[in-house]
């Protein structure tokens, strides 16, 4: 993963918390609000970091929940 740095002093900071998540493997996207601090000078972040999803080789496995399927 991609370092992510302080805006302040350029230190990496680090990750805290997953606020939310949004998209999925069937959407084809991932996007995830992150929090971050940065250990140096004491700002916290917020962080949206999107990414896509090759989506054309998804494979499917079912499991039934119940014994009698």
Same mark, same amino acid.
């Given at each position: 993963?991609? $370092? =992510?740095?302080? @805006?302040?002093? /350029?230190?990496?900071? $680090?990750?805290?918390?997953?606020?939310?998540? &949004? /998209?999925?493997? %069937?959407? /084809? +996207?991932?996007?995830? @609000?992150?929090? +971050?601090? #940065? &250990?140096? #000078?004491?700002? &916290? +972040?917020?962080? =949206? =970091?999107?990414?896509? =999803?090759?989506?054309?080789?998804?494979?499917?496995? %079912? *499991? #039934?929940?119940? *014994? *009698?399927?």
């Amino acid at each position: 993963m991609n $370092e =992510i740095k302080c @805006i302040k002093c /350029g230190d990496v900071v $680090e990750w805290d918390d997953t606020m939310s998540a &949004e /998209g999925g493997i %069937l959407e /084809g +996207y991932i996007t995830e @609000i992150q929090l +971050y601090h #940065c &250990e140096n #000078c004491g700002k &916290e +972040y917020k962080a =949206i =970091i999107s990414a896509p =999803i090759d989506n054309n080789n998804i494979t499917i496995e %079912l *499991e #039934c929940e119940e *014994e *009698e399927c």
